[in-house]
């Protein structure tokens, strides 16, 4: 994105030293959180541009289109930055209702009880199913 008037709203976020800002996911119908990814300029302002969530994969050093490989697209709703202009919220519509590389509908699916995290949201698709490998 060139530097102009339309993309100053870029400026105003405060990356951090890797020039990244964390992005929580969340349902725009429910506000349950789906997930949390990092976000750099280039993925914020292409998630404007495409109407994505688009993310910045720190493992593999690239920009990922969420849903880029299982089909399960975040449509953007909203966007929101905080008060500390240093977290990013995405009001999303979730397709295929499943965010987590799990397959399940959040990445947030363990609850702690009695001093150990237990499984309380259930797999919706099996992830083989989600991620085939092509050979």
């Not at 993925?43 to 880029?68: C, D, F, H, N, P």
């Amino acid at each position: 994105m060139s530097s102009n008037t339309s993309d100053t709203f870029l400026d105003q976020v405060r990356w951090n030293s890797d020039g990244l800002v964390p992005a929580i996911a969340q349902d725009h119908l429910t506000d349950q959180v789906l997930m949390v990814a990092w976000m750099n300029r280039e993925a914020l302002g292409l998630t404007v541009t495409e109407q994505r969530a688009i993310y910045w994969s720190r493992s593999r050093k690239k920009l990922w289109r969420k849903g880029e490989e299982s089909g399960h697209v975040q449509q953007i709703k909203e966007i929101r930055l905080d008060c500390d202009e240093d977290v990013i919220i995405l009001k999303v519509e979730q397709l295929g209702n499943i965010a987590c590389h799990t397959g399940r509908t959040s990445c947030f699916y363990r609850k702690l009880e009695n001093g150990s995290w237990q499984t309380v949201e259930p797999v919706i698709k099996d992830p083989t199913d989600i991620y085939q490998k092509s050979n």
